[in-house]
């Protein structure tokens, strides 16, 4: 015999899935505590809600082709990438083709804003030379204020043959 819910407990019982999704989306939480990204990769990033979640966590690969420390303690770096789909068209447009990678609180923070966001914690990520092919771990996001897709932040660069 089947059992039926009335379809306003069924409705309830959604959209709080699907809250509690959006919830954990917006924060920067992962769903899998054991994700190379960790359960909070947005902790020291400053005003994350402007980056939306394309993908929790995410490993790609390509060649630097350029590093710029930014003042808000990040380096904002250009990747040529194996895999263009991860790219949109501000990336062809702004950004020479590249994905944007930003690995943060690598540098002293300048930026008024961003100082709290490191406030404490300094990166381990070792940021590799122009012309270095990398796998790179880190959520893949759309930037809002800019309107290209990066990884940020990112959690792990290393070089790779």
């Known amino acids: 015999m089947a059992v039926r819910l009335p379809l306003a407990k069924l409705c309830a019982g959604v959209l709080v899935a699907v809250v509690a999704m959006a919830a954990a989306c917006a924060s920067g939480g992962s769903s899998d505590p ?3 990204c960790g359960p909070n990769p947005f902790e020291h990033v400053y005003h994350p ?5 394309l993908a929790d966590c995410r490993t790609i690969t390509g060649i630097i082709d350029h590093v710029k420390r930014e003042p808000d303690g990040d380096d904002h770096i250009r990747l040529r990438v194996d895999d263009p789909s991860l790219l949109d068209q501000k ?4 950004q020479q083709g590249d994905l944007v990678l930003e690995p943060v ?3 002293a923070v300048t930026q008024e804003d ?3 966001a490191c406030s404490g914690y300094h990166s381990d990520v070792t940021v590799r030379p122009a012309g270095t092919h990398v796998r790179v771990t880190g959520p893949w996001v759309l930037d ?5 897709n990066e990884i940020h932040p ?6 790779v043959p």
Do not use: F, M, Y
Request: aromatic share 4%; charged share 30%.
């Open 144 to 148: 809002t204020e800019h309107g290209w």
């Open 49 to 53: 809600q402007r980056l939306k979640v």
């Open 154 to 159: 990112v959690v792990r660069i290393e070089a």
């Open 91 to 94: 990336n062809i447009d702004d």
């Open 34 to 36: 054991s994700s190379p």
């Open 114 to 116: 961003a100082k709290d």
């Open 105 to 107: 609180c690598v540098h």
